[in-house]
């Protein structure tokens, strides 16, 4: 999981693809957001985990939750379903 990626030289700043490993935080849809959003997840863990556990849920619970990844970039239910379903997904 990459943090904080290197700056020497810029490498290891712009991945391709999407980064499964990213640290990333469930959020309950509704929760406030604001200055302390972070300390107002669920759960962490990486990206693909979080996607596989929204996903995994019964379709009208989906939408009862949201994933923020890095940058502040926030997946709803219907792009963490498609995610879920792409072939480079590590929980297929």
Known sequence: MVDFPSSYKAEGTNRAGIQWDDRAFLHATGDGEGVL????????????????????L?????????????????YHAAEIVALAKRDDFPGK
């Open 58 to 74: 019964p379709e009208d619970k989906q939408g009862e939750y949201y994933i923020q990844k890095a940058g502040d970039r926030e």
């Open 37 to 56: 959003d972070q300390a107002k997840a669920i759960r962490s863990g990486t990206f693909a985990e979080l996607v596989g556990q929204v996903a995994s």
